[in-house]
């Protein structure tokens, strides 16, 4: 199971996205554990995750949010705001497993 947090200002504006990003996975045979939090509760919602992705309106945590994730091993990044803007699932699920393929290396 691949287990992937996103993070916004609220936790709210993320909803539908995890819809799409839980379709898309579906569609491909991807068990997935996908939940939206504020970005302020990063660091209380990320020992059990495999990657945490930032929304685009919070980009500006990324430095402080990279540091939270290093100890715990959890690689970050920001959504591409095409793919979030467009809720674009199969993207942003896309960009959520690559960057765990990555952070492996």
Same mark, same amino acid.
């Given at each position: ?12 504006? %993320? $909803? /539908?996205?995890? =819809? =799409? /990003? ?5 569609? =491909?045979? +991807?068990? !997935?554990? +996908?939940?939206?939090?504020?970005? $302020?509760?990063?660091?209380? @919602? ?8 930032? #929304?685009?309106?919070?980009? *500006? %945590?990324?430095? @402080? ?10 690689? !970050? #990044? ?5 793919? *979030? #803007?467009? /809720?674009? $699932?199969? $993207? ?5 497993? =690559?960057? +765990? ?5």
């Amino acid at each position: 199971m691949v287990r992937i947090r996103l993070f916004c200002a609220a936790g709210f504006s %993320t $909803g /539908m996205l995890v =819809k =799409k /990003m839980e379709d898309a996975a579906k569609d =491909k045979n +991807i068990d !997935v554990d +996908i939940k939206a939090c504020p970005q $302020g509760k990063l660091d209380s @919602n990320i020992d059990d995750a495999d990657v945490a992705l930032l #929304g685009p309106q919070v980009a *500006y %945590t990324l430095e @402080n949010s990279r540091v939270i994730c290093d100890k715990k091993n959890v690689p !970050v #990044g920001v959504i591409p705001m095409a793919d *979030y #803007g467009l /809720m674009n $699932g199969d $993207g942003v699920l896309k960009f959520a497993l =690559k960057l +765990i393929e990555d952070y492996k290396k």
